[in-house]
């Protein structure tokens, strides 16, 4: 499934069923799964992308994120070229001023490093597709990388503020309990709306 905006907000939903429609703005891009498979069980994506529907849906995805205000990203593990691409294209060579907001909602468990410490393929893949590195990525406030384990658990995120990216590590599920935060970001409020609420 994937969710790019417009009318496809009809599918905007967390884990547990909440609805998340009348949250968003017509100008947020929604990013989740996009599943192609062929009927033979064969074949691969790219080629596929040149079959309608795929193709139009993808066309879609390049032009709704050219219009985006803000990027909400959920689901998604960086994997797919043609998706990372199109958000490359989007981001690459834009001065923060410039850039729209990059919010990923994502599980961290007990085991997860901050960015500035993970050397794996999707870590490598979301910081080569957003335009930003591992090593900016810290909690609101904070200098030092952060735990992402303590911030789910604090409802905090961690956040590359030089290119306008913010990860969530506490689930979709949990998320709903961050709205507060999440959507003023989104539509352009300091990174201090991220901090936790004891602050």
């Known amino acids: 499934m994937m969710g790019i905006g417009g009318a496809l907000f009809e599918e905007v939903r967390f884990a547990g069923g909440a609805d998340l429609r009348h949250v968003f703005e017509p100008r947020h891009a929604i990013f989740g799964e996009m599943r192609i498979q062929d009927a033979s069980g064969g074949g691969f994506k790219l080629d596929q992308l040149l079959v309608e529907p795929f193709h139009s849906l993808h066309a879609a995805l390049v032009r709704h994120v050219y219009e985006a205000d803000a990027i909400l990203i959920g689901g998604y593990g960086f994997a797919d070229v043609h998706v990372n691409r199109a958000l490359h294209n989007r981001l690459a060579g834009l001065a923060a001023k410039d850039r729209p ?6 599980y961290a468990c007990d085991k997860t490093d901050p960015m500035a410490f993970r050397g794996d393929l999707r870590a490598h893949e979301l910081c080569r597709t957003l335009s930003t590195d591992g090593h900016f990525f810290s909690e609101s406030g904070h200098a030092s990388p952060p735990v992402p384990s303590k911030l789910a658990a604090d409802g905090a995120f961690e956040v590359a503020a030089p290119h306008r990216v913010a990860l969530w590590h506490a689930g979709f599920e949990n998320a709903v309990s ?11 409020a300091d990174d201090a709306v991220l901090m936790p609420r004891t602050h």
């Open 178 to 188: 961050r709205l507060d935060g999440i959507l003023p970001w989104l539509a352009g």
């Open 101 to 106: 907001p990059v919010m990923i909602l994502d």
